[in-house]
């Protein structure tokens, strides 16, 4: 009998070394103290940029426009050289020149008059396209200059980021050519007068247009 008993206690004893691990009482890894353990699997999350009403959108902008409770409707992708974007059920929707505001209005508007009743829309910009401003004439560092993304570049931001005017400058006599609906316009801004008078409203720059700092004649 005991031999039967001692046989037993032995199978158990195993059984419970097995179990355990291969170590008696052995305890799991744990997390020190005020550590967090590392998530498995790469890190999927992606960044974007959530713009104010007022941010102007351009072609290339990439965008991602969700419908909240409406995930079928979820659409991110570039704003076409056209300036649109294509969006479930409604179709194309002009993007380019406008703001955040007015986009995520009309995609509002014209889901809710036949699709989803009063959608809460939402736009992200994911990525901002690289838009320029190219200054010439007399400053320091002709050529391209880049509008940051967040916009809001102004006519003396320009200059100063083209190295400031040269010592032959007039900057009484700035011309800016810009783009306006296919047709090339020619504008004079007396820049001066600007950078003298605080109460004057800066004159903010486009995308494309060419500024050129006419040459003193004295």
Do not use: C
Request: no cysteine; hydrophobic share 40%.
């Amino acid at each position: 009998m005991n031999k039967i008993r001692l046989a037993l206690s032995s199978i158990l004893f195993l059984w419970l070394f097995v179990a355990g691990g291969g170590v008696m009482g052995q305890q799991p890894a744990s997390t020190p103290q005020g550590e967090t353990a590392p998530s498995s699997g790469p890190d999927t999350a992606r960044s974007y940029i959530a713009p104010r009403g007022d941010t102007l959108l351009h072609r290339n902008d990439l965008v991602r426009i969700t419908v909240f409770q409406e995930d079928d409707l979820t659409t991110e992708t570039r704003i076409s050289k056209s300036g649109t974007i294509i969006f479930p059920l409604i179709g194309p929707v002009h993007m380019d020149g406008r703001t955040v505001d007015e986009v995520t209005a009309e995609i509002r508007s014209r889901l809710d008059k036949d699709y989803v009743i009063n959608p809460h829309v939402t736009l992200m910009i994911m990525d901002f396209a690289k838009q320029w401003v190219t200054v010439l004439g007399e400053v320091n560092k002709p050529g391209q200059i880049e509008i940051p993304a967040e916009g809001g570049l102004d006519l003396l931001g320009a200059i100063a980021l083209a190295g400031g005017y040269t010592r032959i400058a007039d900057p009484s006599h700035v011309t800016i050519r810009r783009n306006v609906d296919g047709k090339d316009q020619v504008l004079k801004i007396n820049a001066k007068q600007l950078s003298r008078d605080a109460e004057v409203k800066q004159f903010m720059v486009n995308p494309g247009d060419t500024i050129n700092v006419a040459q003193s004649l004295f």
